[in-house]
């Protein structure tokens, strides 16, 4: 049980085993498999004691400039989105702190640090990121990846959802179903500890 309630708040990737049937009820993000409870996307975990019972929590919108990062903050979050020349990024932590809901980040292409023809071999939905900020103006978030240090940090199958591996060279391959893929990396990949 301990190991169990250790895990509060613990940031999850979809297909990870969080707990068992045994000790928990699934609540909203979970799946069982087997007799295993895992994560359906990815957040933090919340165990309610008094229902026994595990979900996975996904912050909401954070409203006003309670939350606004300072140039040079360095951030975690999830890509929303994926269009030619820009990505969309969902940040839920401001350096080592979780934040109570989310706000938006901006990457352009001009600010991947590599040459890239578009941003689909950059992030793509449901990648989690790291990333500076490097402009509030206007009130847009404007986001950085242009170091070794920042970039994706978590990536998913596109064509089946899975957790992505990273190779030695750098590209990433589904154990589940053999697709190769491609993003600007960090350099702890799938290592991060968020
Ligand atoms: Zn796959």
């Known amino acids: 049980m301990p190991s169990q309630l250790n895990k509060q708040g613990k940031f999850v990737v979809p297909g990870e ?11 909203p993000g979970i799946y069982v498999d087997g007799g295993d409870l895992r994560a359906a996307n990815v957040g933090f975990l919340l165990l ?11 912050p909401t919108r954070l409203k006003g400039a309670a939350c606004t990062p300072r140039p040079g903050s360095i951030v975690i979050g999830e890509t929303v989105s994926t269009q030619l020349t820009y990505c969309l990024i969902r940040i839920w932590m401001v350096g080592p702190r ?32 790291r990333a500076r900020v490097i402009s ?5 978030r404007h986001l950085s990846i242009a170091n070794k240090k920042l970039g994706v940090i978590y990536a998913f199958c596109s064509q089946c959802g899975e957790l992505l591996r990273a190779r030695p060279d750098k590209k990433l391959v589904c154990d589940a179903c053999g697709s190769i893929e491609l993003r600007k990396l960090a350099s702890d990949y799938g290592r991060a500890l968020l």
């Open 17 to 27: 085993k969080i707990g068992v049937i045994e000790e928990f009820l699934p609540g």
């Open 48 to 58: 309610n004691l008094a229902e026994r019972k595990m979900s996975v929590f996904r």
């Open 98 to 129: 979780h934040l109570p809901g989310f706000f938006t980040g901006l990457l352009h292409i001009s600010n991947v640090g590599l040459r890239v023809k578009n941003m689909f071999n950059v992030a793509r939905p449901g990648d989690v990121v």
């Open 136 to 140: 509030t103006k206007n009130r847009i």
